[in-house]
């Protein structure tokens, strides 16, 4: 039997939506309701969040110190476990929360929870920063098929259960990949990419990189544009930086020729 266009099974959109620690502070009713929004028009919708101002709170508090290099947090032994206890403890649970206060039904993951296979980045720059190599998208496909919506903190751990931090750009960046979406959103504290104090609106590939050489796009942009560049590379067709509007930049893959 062969079946008419009509009658064709339709696959869901998907959209990867990556908080960032800073805009997360400033996360509000209207946001949740357009999160709902999107759900209730059959998109299937992946929260990905970050925590760094909560990170950086909790480390100054214990009195630990830490860098970055490239935006990537180097992470201790030490660092580790506050990063571990900040994403999974304290910033997950209250975002869960805020959703399903708001009528979306949510559920909090990590690595932790089979959702991502990781080794150590490279322990000798970062130290306790993991790499993905894996995504289990059939956890996640499941939840979105009944209706729920999964919640990543950005922490996960090696086979032996060594915990690993991981950027919260990248893990958005290979989530979205792995569950195929449509489109990548990436809100963050400013409209989009700024370049000598302008809001870039639409930005190619080529400019970007330009960009980083010249250092106009510096630390926890790096990743960032790092994250959106692989999106568009391995075909994903919207890939933007926003703030909290959910305004900001649209990054083409081609020059665009007028
Ligand atoms: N060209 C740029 N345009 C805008 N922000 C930039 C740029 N280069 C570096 N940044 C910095 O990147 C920050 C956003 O990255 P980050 O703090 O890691 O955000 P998030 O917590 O949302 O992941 C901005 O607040 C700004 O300080
Ligand atoms: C390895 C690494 O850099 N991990 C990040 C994880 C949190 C994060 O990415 O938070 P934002 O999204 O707010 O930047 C960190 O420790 O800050």
């Known amino acids: 039997m062969t079946m008419s266009k009509s009658t064709q099974p339709i696959a869901p959109k998907r959209i990867v939506i990556k908080l960032g620690g800073s805009m997360l502070e400033r996360l509000n009713e209207g946001h949740i309701a357009n999160f709902k929004s999107l759900q209730e028009q059959g998109i299937d919708v992946i929260i990905v969040h970050g925590g760094g101002p909560a990170i950086n709170k909790q480390l100054e508090k214990n009195n630990v110190t830490s860098t970055t290099v490239g935006g990537i947090r180097v992470t201790s032994e030490e660092s580790v476990s506050i990063v571990q206890s900040t994403l999974i403890g304290q910033v997950n649970p209250t975002l869960v929360h805020q959703l399903n206060k708001g009528g979306i039904t949510a559920i909090g993951l990590s690595g932790y929870d089979n959702l991502l296979t990781c080794t ?13 190599k894996e995504v289990n998208s059939q956890l996640l496909d499941t939840l979105l098929a009944n209706g729920i919506m999964p919640v990543i903190s950005c922490f996960g751990c090696a086979n032996d259960g060594i915990p690993l931090n991981i950027n919260g750009d990248i893990v958005a960046n290979k989530i979205a990949l792995a569950i195929k979406a449509e489109s990548l959103l990436l809100v963050t504290d400013t409209p989009g990419i700024k370049i000598a104090g302008e809001v870039q609106q639409v930005v190619t590939v080529k400019a970007i990189n330009n960009w980083i050489t010249s250092e106009d796009i510096y630390g926890g942009m790096i990743p960032k544009v790092t994250a959106a560049l692989d999106c568009l590379a391995e075909g994903i067709p919207s890939v933007k930086i926003v703030g909290e509007t959910l305004e900001g930049t649209t990054i083409l893959q081609q020059e665009v020729y007028a």
């Open 120 to 132: 150590f980045l490279d322990k000798e720059t970062y130290g306790f920063v993991g790499e993905i």
